[in-house]
T-cell receptor
Framework: EAGVVQSPRYKIIEKKQPVAFWCNPI?????LYWYRQNLGQGPELLIR????????DSQLPKDRFSAERLKGVDSTLKIQPAELGDSAVYLC?????????FGPGTRLTVL | SQELEQSPQSLIVQEGKNLTINCTSS?????LYWYKQKYGEGLIFLMM?????EEKSHEKITAKLDEKKQQSSLHITASQPSHAGIYLC???????????FGAGTRLTVKP
């Protein structure tokens, strides 16, 4: 069974530029998460989806971040415009019941 | 919110030695998860503990949740270079809501 797929794996952009990350969860997993992981820290939840509904986006900086999960499967996380402090690894995870499965992440570097 | 403290922050052991990593919570743990992360990769699920006093093992890795459900330990027996990586504990309030992670313990195993 394929795991959580994320792309791109790496992205380098200049500040003020837009960037988007894509996630394809494990087939059948209704819940999808986006996390941000700063260097030397654990992941921090940005947004959680149940099917296509965002049920927890309290930690998502809504002035520049947006996310969508059309049709309740794939999801896209966007940053516009990016700032230097957005440099981090962005992880996507999905779950069916009691365990989250993580993708490999997208490492974003903002110059 | 629930805070998770991991200790030690980093650990260097000789191959074949045993080691223990601890995760302490500021609140009662309902679901405690252990993950392993290698540099540039996502989190790999190891084990989940829910009941006080519960202990689970997988190959040479054993995790315990103490009776009071505020601390968990991860023990590796006869460590190997393949055990190297960052070990993260995560906790939720039950049902994967509001998942929080510790900062991680970086393990190096010297051949």
């Amino acid at each position: 069974e394929a795991g959580v797929v994320q792309s791109p794996r790496y992205k380098i952009i200049e500040k003020k530029q837009p960037v988007a990350f894509w996630c394809n969860p494990i087939s059948g997993h209704n819940t999808l998460y986006w996390y941000r992981q700063n260097l030397g820290q654990g992941p921090e939840l940005l947004i959680r989806y149940e099917n296509e509904e965002a049920v927890d986006d309290s930690q998502l900086p809504k002035d520049r971040f947006s996310a969508e999960r059309l049709k309740g499967v794939d999801s896209t996380l966007k940053i516009q415009p990016a700032e230097l402090g957005d440099s981090a690894v962005y992880l996507c995870a999905s779950s069916l019941r009691d365990t989250q499965y993580f993708g490999p992440g997208t490492r974003l570097t903002v110059l | 919110s629930q805070e998770l403290e991991q200790s030690p922050q980093s650990l260097i052991v000789q191959e074949g030695k045993n080691l223990t990593i601890n995760c302490t919570s500021s609140k009662t743990l309902y679901g405690l998860y252990w993950y392993k992360q290698k540099y540039g990769e996502g989190l790999i699920f190891l084990m989940m503990l829910q009941k006080g006093g519960e202990e689970k093992s997988h190959e040479k890795i054993t995790a315990k949740l103490d009776e009071k459900k505020q601390q968990s330990s991860l023990h590796i027996t006869a460590s190997q270079p393949s055990h190297a990586g960052i070990y993260l504990c995560g906790a939720d309030k039950g049902g994967l809501d509001d998942m929080r992670f510790g900062a991680g313990t970086r393990l190096t195993v010297k051949p």
